[in-house]
């Protein structure tokens, strides 16, 4: 708490934004004066929010009276000093910090997004490992809809005009909107955020950020963090971001790739590479628990029922967990690299998941099949859209019930968070069917 202290009165901050992530990945908290933060060093929440839904619904009361204490007590949240970040576009002094969730006894909230991704890195700390991960986050910017019953349009940019067509990896078409990046970048800079390229991606307006390979935990709180200053940077320029997996009909989906690879702990080398350079059993291994449990907790990167329309045919994602190297069409691809650098990317999950849950569910299908021992099947040459072997579950409701099954992953991430998941999940669903679309009404309303 003293450097946290120390850094405040140095940057003369006067609010303090304390925030922790929900399951959705929307920042919840308060926002205190400095001088009140300290005083109090940290902040309680009502554990509630862990069992909220992006609609502000709740589960049904006889799970969540089960998951949670009847009488609806504050969980303790406690400052981390590694994340602490200035919030640029703020009038006065900001800062925002990211905080751990305990109870009364100190011990962590089975149901917290960052506890959650902790528990899977403290596995993978007794064996001697450091897991590296490296996250390339897409989303689209818009024009500002305030009706949603309407399509998403692409904004204008400098030159007066929208954007038509795909314009993959074009510099002029990201140009166009050469002042909102600037902005973000010097706000992205002033909080430390490790941003490596900027590309314009296939979609029409779509782009993606990339991020320097490091600390999974240190990256999952700037792509918190990101996405809050992204959606305000591209507000100040009257525009919207927007990270849902699908937003925009006939336009590709975005992702958050996930690059991924292990450090021994003493030697600092790679376990994805032997001595002489090639592939290591523990790399093979690290494959085949992808293969076997992606299918069995998607919804961990496929959390919402737009994500499963990122997996349509002809969208530019996969929708298997086939690996190949150098190949974009496997879910799981392995880039072209030193034997240093050896790592797998988990291309499946989209923008709209969870950093933390999304991280710690790639990490420990990787940690598992390590583990196991699980052998991968054959690397995939050509295209691997349309192998059928190895495909996933084409809807949310049929992932769930797959995670809802699978006992070797509640067993490591917890019977309560694994439960409170699935049923956060199936309450956004029920509200989803409850609305009419306007597919239906343009088909139905007159021929039926």
């Known amino acids: 708490m003293d450097h946290i202290e120390s850094w405040l009165k140095e940057r003369k901050i006067t609010e303090v934004e304390c925030m922790v992530s929900d399951l959705t990945g929307i920042a919840r908290g308060k926002i205190a004066p400095t001088l009140k933060f300290i005083s109090e060093k940290g902040m309680r929440l ?25 009488a609806d007590i504050d969980m303790i949240c406690k400052p981390d000093h590694t994340a602490i970040y200035l919030v640029p576009w703020a009038i006065e002094p900001t800062a925002q910090i990211i905080h751990d969730c305990y109870d009364k006894k100190g011990v962590p909230i089975e149901m917290a997004p960052r506890n959650v991704l902790k528990k899977v890195l403290k596995l993978y700390e007794e064996k001697g490992w450091q897991p590296i991960v490296a996250p390339e986050m897409e989303f689209y910017l818009t024009k500002r809809n305030e009706d949603p019953d309407l399509p998403l349009q692409p904004p204008i940019g400098r030159s007066g005009r929208q954007e038509t067509g795909r314009q993959s990896f074009s510099i002029d078409a990201a140009n166009e909107f050469d002042p909102l990046f600037e902005d973000m970048y010097d706000w992205c800079e002033a909080q430390g955020l490790d941003l490596d390229t900027l590309i314009h991606e296939e979609g029409t307006a779509q782009m993606e950020i990339n991020f320097r390979h490091g600390d999974p935990l240190h990256l999952a709180d700037q792509i918190l963090v990101f996405k809050r200053t992204m959606r305000e940077a591209a507000l100040k320029h009257d525009i919207t971001a927007t990270f849902m997996a699908k937003p925009i009909t006939n336009e590709p989906g975005s992702a958050m790739h996930l690059h991924q690879s292990i450090l021994d702990l003493k030697t600092g080398k790679n376990v994805f590479s032997n001595a002489d350079g090639s592939m290591s059993k523990l790399f093979l291994y690290h494959i085949g628990g992808l293969q076997r449990y992606i299918p069995e907790v998607l919804p961990l990167f496929a ?5 499963f329309r990122r997996f349509l045919p002809d969208t530019s994602a996969p929708v298997n967990v086939e690996w190949g ?14 034997p240093q650098n050896r790592r797998v990317e988990n291309r499946l999950p989209g923008a709209d998941a969870n950093p933390y849950i999304a991280i710690a569910g790639s990490l420990l299908c990787g940690y598992l099949g390590m583990i196991g021992k699980m052998e991968p099947s054959a690397p995939v040459k050509g295209r ?6 190895l495909r996933l579950p084409f809807s949310l409701e049929a992932a769930l019930e ?9 067993e490591v991430l917890g019977e309560k968070f694994c439960r409170g998941y699935v049923s956060v999940k199936r309450v956004e669903h029920e509200n989803y069917k ?6 239906e009404r343009e088909f139905l309303l007159l021929s039926v």
């Open 303 to 307: 959390p919402n029922v737009n994500s």
């Open 325 to 338: 190297e150098e190949n974009r069409t496997a879910g799981l691809r392995v880039p072209d690299s030193d």
């Open 384 to 389: 691997a859209y349309e192998r059928r072997n």
């Open 46 to 70: 009502p554990e509630s929010i862990l069992l909220q839904s992006v609609t502000g619904d709740y589960v049904e009361d006889e799970i969540y009276y089960d998951l949670l204490d009847p």
């Open 434 to 439: 409850r609305v009419i679309s306007s597919w």
């Open 402 to 410: 797959r995670m809802e099954q699978c006992t070797e992953i509640s």
